[in-house]
């Protein structure tokens, strides 16, 4: 008997840890493949908070029951003329299209979101088109964090063929870290 409900409770702890621990769902579009790198380092950094369930994705391959489901949204994108890519555009657009995310439940509501790009120059718009992604989070009354730049991680490419530098990697490694840490938290509180 005892030896039965020894195992019935080690049956029961991966998913009782797996239920408690956040969910991070990354998505991104990337033209060049910088983009997706910086993916990786943001994903890098999720994944040292513990238990954390790291998704990464392009934005055209997420579904609507992995974005409602998800505790923390981190969305990244080229600068294209100052302003996010269509493609993750269409992302947010699909919100309330297909994924029926609409006042007045907004049911990405108090989730844990945060933004990084990629750009060819120093500026090149960078910061606009991390507010155009942070703009479509708050509207949707997400908790916008950041780390790195004032509105998230980014990473000058220049002609696209270098690797990032470390001191991009290390920027997106610290935002995926935060926002996996403050999902956590956000997570233990609601319990």
Known sequence: MVTLLALSLLALTPQTATAQAPSVLIVYHSG???????????????????????????????????????????VGSPVYWSNMAGEVKSFFDRWTTECKVLPPTFQMKDKVGAAFVTGGEVSSGKEIALMTIVAAM??????????????????????????????????????????????????????
């Open 32 to 74: 060049s493949g910088q983009t997706a790198a910086l993916a990786t380092a943001v994903a890098e950094g999720a994944r040292k908070t513990s238990g954390a369930t790291v998704t990464v994705k392009p934005v055209g391959q997420v579904t609507c029951m992995e974005l409602l489901a998800t505790d923390a949204l981190i």
């Open 138 to 191: 708050l509207g949707n009354r997400m908790i916008v964090v950041s780390d790195g730049q004032a509105l998230g991680a980014t990473a000058t490419t220049g002609e696209g063929g270098q690797p990032l530098d470390a001191k991009a990697l290390d920027e997106g490694r610290r935002l995926g870290a935060r926002v996996a840490e403050l999902a956590n938290t956000l997570k233990k509180a609601r319990r």
